[in-house]
C-alpha cells in the first residue's frame, strides 16, 4: 500500500519554501485538466501549459484545474505564480508524504488528503496524495498520477445533476473530499470480505501463507487508519465555519462528509481487531496442532516404554536366563508384551486421552 518512511535527504539543509519533489515519481508527464462552469454553461478541455490556464480564467464561472503528475516543480511554480500561492504551500504540494491538513492562506485555503484506490489486477491498495487549493472562484487540484475517484462527480458537472453546477468554488471543494472519503468505503468492503476469508482459512485449516496474508492486512489497515484519523480534524475544522472560504450553505454537506469519516475510522478499528482476533486463532490454532501431535506422539512412546524394558532385559546375553532354554519363552515374551500394551492402550481410552 505504501511505505511507512520516505526520503526526503533531497531536501535536507535547503530554506524553507524550496521547490523540490519529494517521494515516487508515479506518471510520466504532468497532465493538465480544466473545468468551467456555471448553472447555464460548461467548458471542458485538456490544456498544454499553466499559460494556457491563465487565459482560460473567467469571473463568471467556477473553475477546477486538476494536475495529474507533481514530480516536475517548475509546473507547480507555475501554478503558485499564477494564483499568487505561498511558497510552503507549493513545498507542500511537491512534499508527497503530507499528513492530513488544512491550512489558510491569504486567498486560498489548502487541504491535503489521502486518495485511496484498490487496484483489482493485484489485489493492492494504492494510495497517493490528493493537494486542494480552493479560491474564490476556483479549486486547484494535484494528484500524483493519472487516474483518480472523481469520475462520477465529473459525470454530474457534464449533466447538470444536483446543485454542483449552481454553487461556487466552495461546494466543488466539498465535493472533491466526500467522493475521496466514498472511495473508503470501497476499501473497507475489501478488507471485509478479506477479512472473512481469512477467518474461514484459519479455522478450515491455516496454511503457511496465512500468516503473511494476516500481517499484510493489518499493516495495510494501519497505514489507512495514518490516511483517515487526521482527516477528522480536518473536516471538523472547515464544518465548523474556521475557513471564510467555505460558505454557510456548505457546512451541513461537510458535517455529512465529517460523520462519514467517523464511520470509516470506527469500521476500520473494528476490522483491525478482528484482524487481531483472527491472528490470535491462528497462533492457537498452530498451538492446539502442534499439541495433538505431540499427544500422539507421547501415547506412543508411553506404550513403548515397557515394552522397550521388557525387550531390554531379554536382549541381555546372561548365560543363565532360565526362560531363554524355555521352549515357549519367544511367544511368552511377546504375549506379555502385547497384553501389557492392549492394556495402556484400554486405560488411555478410558481416561479419553484417545
Request: proline share 3%; aromatic share 10%.
Amino acid at each position: 500500500m505504501g511505505t511507512y518512511h520516505r526520503k526526503v535527504s533531497s531536501k535536507a539543509g535547503l530554506p524553507p519554501g524550496t521547490l523540490v519533489h519529494v517521494g515516487e515519481r508515479k506518471a510520466e508527464e504532468v497532465q493538465i485538466a480544466l473545468m468551467q462552469y456555471n448553472a447555464s454553461d460548461l467548458v471542458e478541455r485538456e490544456v498544454s501549459s499553466v499559460e494556457e490556464c491563465e487565459a482560460a480564467l473567467s469571473d463568471d464561472k467556477v473553475s477546477w484545474i486538476n494536475v495529474s503528475g507533481v514530480h516536475e516543480a517548475g509546473v507547480v511554480g507555475a501554478f503558485g505564480r499564477l494564483f499568487g500561492l505561498h511558497p510552503l504551500l507549493l513545498e507542500d504540494v511537491l512534499h508527497t508524504g503530507q499528513r492530513p491538513k488544512q491550512e489558510d492562506y491569504e486567498g486560498c485555503l489548502f487541504v491535503v488528503l489521502r486518495m485511496l484506490t484498490f487496484d483489482e489486477e493485484s489485489g493492492e491498495v494504492l494510495s497517493e496524495q490528493i493537494s486542494l487549493v480552493v479560491g474564490p472562484r476556483y479549486v486547484l487540484s494535484f494528484q500524483e498520477r493519472e487516474g483518480d475517484v472523481f469520475g462520477m462527480l465529473r459525470d454530474r458537472i457534464r449533466s447538470g445533476k444536483g446543485r454542483i453546477r449552481k454553487m461556487g468554488a466552495d461546494y466543488l471543494a466539498y465535493a472533491l473530499m466526500d467522493a475521496v472519503v466514498d472511495q473508503y468505503f470501497v476499501i473497507l468492503e475489501n478488507f471485509g470480505e478479506q477479512l472473512e476469508e481469512l477467518q474461514d482459512l484459519v479455522l478450515s485449516g491455516p496454511m503457511s501463507d496465512t500468516l503473511e496474508s494476516i500481517q499484510t492486512i493489518k499493516r495495510e489497515m494501519l497505514w489507512m487508519r495514518k490516511s483517515v484519523w487526521p482527516l477528522r480534524e480536518v473536516l471538523g475544522g472547515l464544518q465548523r465555519g474556521e475557513s471564510p472560504l467555505m460558505g454557510p450553505e456548505v457546512q451541513h454537506f461537510l458535517r455529512d462528509v465529517y460523520d462519514h469519516t467517523i464511520q470509516v475510522v470506527d469500521t476500520l478499528e473494528t476490522f483491525r481487531d478482528m484482524a487481531a482476533a483472527t491472528l490470535d486463532v491462528y497462533l492457537s490454532s498452530l498451538s492446539n496442532r502442534m499439541n495433538e501431535v505431540m499427544k500422539v506422539l507421547t501415547i506412543i512412546a508411553t506404550i513403548f516404554i515397557p515394552l522397550t524394558f521388557i525387550a531390554g532385559v531379554y536382549g541381555m546375553n546372561f548365560r543363565y536366563m532360565p526362560e531363554l532354554e524355555w521352549r515357549w519363552g519367544y511367544a511368552a515374551v511377546w504375549l506379555v508384551m502385547i497384553v501389557a500394551g492392549g492394556l495402556m492402550v484400554l486405560a488411555f481410552r478410558r481416561k479419553k486421552w484417545l
